[in-house]
Protein backbone atom coordinates (compact mmCIF):
# COMPACT_ATOMS: atom_id res chain seq x y z
CA UNK A 1 0.00 0.00 0.00
CA UNK A 2 2.17 3.19 -1.44
CA UNK A 3 -0.48 5.59 -0.04
CA UNK A 4 -0.32 8.64 -2.55
CA UNK A 5 1.89 8.94 -4.85
CA UNK A 6 3.44 12.32 -7.00
CA UNK A 7 5.60 12.41 -10.13
CA UNK A 8 8.46 13.84 -10.35
CA UNK A 9 9.10 15.54 -7.19
CA UNK A 10 10.96 18.40 -9.10
CA UNK A 11 10.58 19.94 -11.77
CA UNK A 12 11.66 23.16 -13.88
CA UNK A 13 9.82 24.44 -16.74
CA UNK A 14 10.52 27.80 -18.71
CA UNK A 15 7.88 29.23 -19.18
CA UNK A 16 5.16 28.57 -21.94
CA UNK A 17 6.28 25.06 -21.52
CA UNK A 18 3.50 22.56 -20.26
CA UNK A 19 3.43 19.47 -18.13
CA UNK A 20 1.16 17.02 -16.20
CA UNK A 21 1.77 16.20 -12.62
CA UNK A 22 0.96 12.75 -11.92
CA UNK A 23 -0.74 11.66 -9.14
CA UNK A 24 -2.00 8.28 -7.75
CA UNK A 25 -3.48 6.06 -4.82
CA UNK A 26 -4.25 2.85 -4.11
CA UNK A 27 -6.66 3.27 -1.29
CA UNK A 28 -9.63 2.97 -3.46
CA UNK A 29 -10.54 7.04 -2.44
CA UNK A 30 -13.34 8.60 -3.54
CA UNK A 31 -11.99 12.30 -3.16
CA UNK A 32 -8.80 13.39 -4.68
CA UNK A 33 -7.76 17.03 -4.42
CA UNK A 34 -4.86 19.45 -5.79
CA UNK A 35 -3.35 22.15 -3.93
CA UNK A 36 -0.48 24.37 -3.56
CA UNK A 37 1.79 25.68 -1.11
CA UNK A 38 3.37 29.02 -1.50
CA UNK A 39 5.13 30.85 1.31
CA UNK A 40 2.86 32.49 3.79
CA UNK A 41 -0.16 31.70 2.44
CA UNK A 42 -0.53 27.83 3.41
CA UNK A 43 -1.96 25.60 1.07
CA UNK A 44 -4.72 26.50 -1.38
CA UNK A 45 -6.99 24.26 -3.16
CA UNK A 46 -6.63 24.21 -7.05
CA UNK A 47 -8.78 21.24 -8.33
CA UNK A 48 -10.96 18.09 -6.72
CA UNK A 49 -12.73 15.35 -7.52
CA UNK A 50 -15.27 13.63 -5.78
CA UNK A 51 -14.96 10.20 -8.02
CA UNK A 52 -14.21 9.21 -11.48
CA UNK A 53 -15.66 11.31 -14.48
CA UNK A 54 -16.55 14.50 -11.46
CA UNK A 55 -14.04 17.65 -11.31
CA UNK A 56 -14.81 20.92 -10.29
CA UNK A 57 -12.42 24.28 -9.08
CA UNK A 58 -11.26 25.10 -5.95
CA UNK A 59 -10.13 28.58 -4.86
CA UNK A 60 -6.97 29.13 -7.50
CA UNK A 61 -8.00 26.83 -10.86
CA UNK A 62 -6.68 29.42 -13.38
CA UNK A 63 -3.87 27.95 -15.35
CA UNK A 64 -4.15 24.21 -14.04
CA UNK A 65 -6.31 21.31 -15.89
CA UNK A 66 -7.25 18.11 -14.34
CA UNK A 67 -9.41 14.66 -15.00
CA UNK A 68 -10.25 11.76 -13.09
CA UNK A 69 -10.59 8.54 -15.67
CA UNK A 70 -10.00 6.59 -12.69
CA UNK A 71 -10.32 6.30 -9.32
CA UNK A 72 -6.51 5.83 -8.81
CA UNK A 73 -5.02 8.85 -11.01
CA UNK A 74 -5.50 12.87 -10.74
CA UNK A 75 -3.51 14.30 -12.60
CA UNK A 76 -2.91 17.96 -13.18
CA UNK A 77 -2.26 19.73 -16.15
CA UNK A 78 -0.72 23.01 -16.46
CA UNK A 79 -1.25 24.34 -20.29
CA UNK A 80 1.58 26.96 -20.68
CA UNK A 81 3.33 27.43 -17.66
CA UNK A 82 3.94 31.42 -15.93
CA UNK A 83 6.56 32.26 -13.07
CA UNK A 84 3.40 33.14 -11.11
CA UNK A 85 2.97 28.58 -10.94
CA UNK A 86 6.44 28.46 -9.34
CA UNK A 87 5.39 26.44 -5.96
CA UNK A 88 4.95 23.18 -4.20
CA UNK A 89 2.27 21.31 -5.04
CA UNK A 90 0.90 18.76 -2.92
CA UNK A 91 -2.11 15.94 -4.27
CA UNK A 92 -4.25 14.63 -1.48
CA UNK A 93 -7.06 11.71 -1.20
CA UNK A 94 -9.82 11.09 1.10
CA UNK A 95 -12.54 8.25 1.16
CA UNK A 96 -15.70 9.40 1.76
CA UNK A 97 -16.17 6.82 4.94
CA UNK A 98 -13.48 9.29 6.70
CA UNK A 99 -12.61 12.67 7.63
CA UNK A 100 -8.62 12.72 7.21
CA UNK A 101 -7.26 13.35 3.95
CA UNK A 102 -3.81 11.51 3.18
CA UNK A 103 -0.99 13.67 1.40
CA UNK A 104 1.31 13.14 -1.29
CA UNK A 105 5.16 14.03 -0.56
CA UNK A 106 4.70 16.87 -3.19
CA UNK A 107 6.33 18.05 -6.26
CA UNK A 108 8.56 21.23 -6.72
CA UNK A 109 7.85 23.16 -9.33
CA UNK A 110 10.37 26.39 -10.98
CA UNK A 111 8.91 28.16 -14.02
CA UNK A 112 11.90 30.12 -15.21
CA UNK B 1 -16.80 32.05 3.31
CA UNK B 2 -14.19 29.96 5.03
CA UNK B 3 -11.48 31.27 6.79
CA UNK B 4 -8.23 30.45 8.49
CA UNK B 5 -5.98 32.59 10.60
CA UNK B 6 -2.76 31.90 12.49
CA UNK B 7 -1.68 34.85 13.56
CA UNK B 8 2.16 33.66 14.32
CA UNK B 9 4.28 33.68 11.74
CA UNK B 10 7.08 32.23 13.45
CA UNK B 11 7.51 31.16 17.15
CA UNK B 12 11.14 30.31 18.41
CA UNK B 13 11.63 28.76 22.06
CA UNK B 14 14.06 26.73 23.50
CA UNK B 15 13.91 22.63 24.15
CA UNK B 16 11.77 22.16 27.28
CA UNK B 17 9.39 24.90 27.33
CA UNK B 18 5.71 24.86 26.67
CA UNK B 19 4.66 26.52 23.13
CA UNK B 20 1.16 27.24 22.40
CA UNK B 21 -0.02 27.36 18.27
CA UNK B 22 -3.06 29.73 18.05
CA UNK B 23 -5.92 29.30 15.28
CA UNK B 24 -9.23 31.33 14.87
CA UNK B 25 -11.57 30.22 12.25
CA UNK B 26 -14.56 32.06 10.18
CA UNK B 27 -17.15 30.11 9.19
CA UNK B 28 -20.84 30.28 8.94
CA UNK B 29 -21.46 26.47 8.82
CA UNK B 30 -22.86 25.15 11.62
CA UNK B 31 -20.94 21.47 10.96
CA UNK B 32 -17.50 21.86 10.37
CA UNK B 33 -13.99 20.37 11.05
CA UNK B 34 -10.88 21.28 12.08
CA UNK B 35 -7.54 20.35 11.50
CA UNK B 36 -3.92 20.50 12.37
CA UNK B 37 -0.85 19.15 10.14
CA UNK B 38 2.53 19.30 10.57
CA UNK B 39 5.28 19.99 8.46
CA UNK B 40 8.78 18.89 9.27
CA UNK B 41 11.62 20.28 6.82
CA UNK B 42 11.16 17.19 4.84
CA UNK B 43 7.96 18.44 3.36
CA UNK B 44 5.66 16.20 3.72
CA UNK B 45 2.64 17.05 5.57
CA UNK B 46 1.60 15.25 8.68
CA UNK B 47 -1.91 14.34 9.90
CA UNK B 48 -2.09 15.58 14.18
CA UNK B 49 -5.41 15.52 14.70
CA UNK B 50 -9.21 16.48 13.34
CA UNK B 51 -11.79 17.50 15.57
CA UNK B 52 -15.62 17.76 15.10
CA UNK B 53 -17.15 20.67 15.34
CA UNK B 54 -19.94 19.13 17.78
CA UNK B 55 -17.53 17.94 19.46
CA UNK B 56 -15.74 20.45 22.14
CA UNK B 57 -13.82 17.78 24.38
CA UNK B 58 -10.50 18.82 24.35
CA UNK B 59 -7.81 16.47 23.52
CA UNK B 60 -4.33 15.13 25.04
CA UNK B 61 -1.78 12.56 23.39
CA UNK B 62 1.22 12.85 24.78
CA UNK B 63 2.66 15.91 24.91
CA UNK B 64 0.59 17.19 22.31
CA UNK B 65 -3.16 18.89 23.31
CA UNK B 66 -5.96 20.53 21.69
CA UNK B 67 -8.04 23.30 23.10
CA UNK B 68 -11.08 23.54 21.26
CA UNK B 69 -13.48 26.82 21.93
CA UNK B 70 -16.43 27.28 19.92
CA UNK B 71 -17.33 30.23 21.45
CA UNK B 72 -14.45 31.79 20.79
CA UNK B 73 -13.44 30.20 17.20
CA UNK B 74 -10.29 28.55 18.37
CA UNK B 75 -8.64 25.76 17.72
CA UNK B 76 -5.40 26.24 19.89
CA UNK B 77 -2.44 23.46 19.65
CA UNK B 78 -0.01 23.26 22.28
CA UNK B 79 3.31 21.51 23.14
CA UNK B 80 4.63 20.62 26.22
CA UNK B 81 8.29 20.21 26.99
CA UNK B 82 8.82 20.70 23.39
CA UNK B 83 11.88 18.97 21.68
CA UNK B 84 14.20 19.64 18.69
CA UNK B 85 12.26 17.51 16.89
CA UNK B 86 8.93 19.70 17.25
CA UNK B 87 10.54 21.86 14.75
CA UNK B 88 8.34 21.89 11.81
CA UNK B 89 5.84 24.35 10.27
CA UNK B 90 2.25 23.83 11.63
CA UNK B 91 -0.91 24.03 9.74
CA UNK B 92 -4.88 24.55 10.93
CA UNK B 93 -7.36 24.08 8.36
CA UNK B 94 -11.03 24.01 8.25
CA UNK B 95 -13.69 21.97 6.21
CA UNK B 96 -17.06 22.57 6.52
CA UNK B 97 -19.33 18.96 6.16
CA UNK B 98 -21.53 20.23 3.14
CA UNK B 99 -17.90 20.26 1.14
CA UNK B 100 -16.29 16.39 1.05
CA UNK B 101 -13.04 18.24 0.01
CA UNK B 102 -12.35 21.33 0.62
CA UNK B 103 -9.53 22.23 3.38
CA UNK B 104 -8.74 25.94 4.04
CA UNK B 105 -5.64 26.14 5.38
CA UNK B 106 -4.27 28.78 7.70
CA UNK B 107 -0.50 30.20 6.60
CA UNK B 108 1.06 28.66 8.97
CA UNK B 109 3.17 28.81 12.33
CA UNK B 110 6.91 28.27 11.95
CA UNK B 111 7.96 26.58 15.07
CA UNK B 112 11.64 26.67 15.70
CA UNK B 113 12.89 24.66 18.70
CA UNK B 114 16.67 25.52 19.92
CA UNK B 115 18.22 23.02 22.06
Known amino acids: NAGVTQTPKFQVLKTGQSMTLQCAQDMNHEYMSWYRQDPGMGLRLIHY???????DQGEVPNGYNVSRSTTEDFPLRLLSAAPSQTSVYFC???????????FGPGTRLTVT | AQKVTQAQTEISVVEKEDVTLDCVYETRDTTYYLFWYKQPPSGELVFLIRRNSFDEQNEISGRYSWNFQKSTSSFNFTITASQVVDSAVYFC????????????FGAGTILRVKS
Open chain 1, 49 to 55: SVGAGIT
Open chain 1, 92 to 102: ASRSGMTYEQY
Open chain 2, 93 to 104: ALRPAQYGNKLV
